[in-house]
């Protein structure tokens, strides 16, 4: 019974209300992260339903990885992600 702990009470059947519903437990911040939706995600698709609405100063660009850089040498990294960026 050591393994229990302190803060962890059992209740007898007998006290539990018939109909009553157990909580689940709340989520982790991996789990609760695994089911938001990407903010870029939810911007880039405020922009296309507002269409020419939307304020010309609010630019969406994705994030560039290095997957999406290749193995470019070190000094050329930076002009790389300048060019991939919206101007």
Not at 4 to 22: D, E, F, H, M, N
């Amino acid at each position: 019974m050591s393994a229990i702990p302190r803060t962890l009470r059992v209740v007898p059947r007998i006290a539990i209300k018939p109909g009553s519903k157990v909580l689940p437990p709340p989520l982790t911040n991996q789990n609760e992260r695994a089911f938001k939706e990407p903010l870029l995600r939810i911007m880039a698709r405020r922009q296309q339903e507002a269409g020419d609405i939307w304020p010309p100063n609010l630019r969406i660009e994705p994030h560039v990885t290095k997957t999406a850089i290749g193995k470019a040498p070190k000094e050329m990294r930076v002009q790389l992600k300048r060019l991939l960026k919206e101007r």
